[in-house]
């Protein structure tokens, strides 16, 4: 996203399987922020309502994750004492052409959260 680009805030409250709450924020171009309606916001994810609304394809994705702590603010909205430890995966995804097309930020309890992935090389 370019730094003087005007963007749409989507944020809210996930409901996890493990019965925790997590907190997700989403920035988005508001050319094509404003086309998106909240409603069912899960059918389809957002990030392809975001492709579908500005006519490209997500090439690829930058992603990064650390630890913070949870904000008073925040503490309100996901039923968590202020100063929790928080896993935070911050996701940037980019067009064939470059393009930021979104930035989206979870903020998971540190306890709720498990990431698995799996490598494999690809031999030329």
Do not use: C, W
Not at 47 to 61: G, M, P, T
């Amino acid at each position: 996203l370019e730094k003087a680009e005007k963007l749409y805030l989507f944020e809210g409250v996930r409901e996890l399987e493990t019965g925790h709450k997590a907190f997700y924020q989403a920035y988005i171009s508001r050319n094509i922020g404003r086309k998106i309606r909240m409603d069912g916001l899960n059918h389809p994810f957002l990030i392809q309502r975001v492709e579908l609304e500005s006519n490209q394809k997500i090439k690829r994705a930058r992603q990064v994750i650390y630890a913070a702590l949870t904000t008073e603010e925040m503490a309100t909205f996901i039923e968590l004492p202020a100063g929790y430890p928080l896993l935070v995966m911050s996701t940037t995804f980019f067009s064939y052409d470059n393009i930021s097309l979104g930035l989206s930020v979870n903020y998971f309890p540190a306890d709720a959260y498990r990431r698995v992935a799996e490598l494999e090389r690809v031999l030329e």
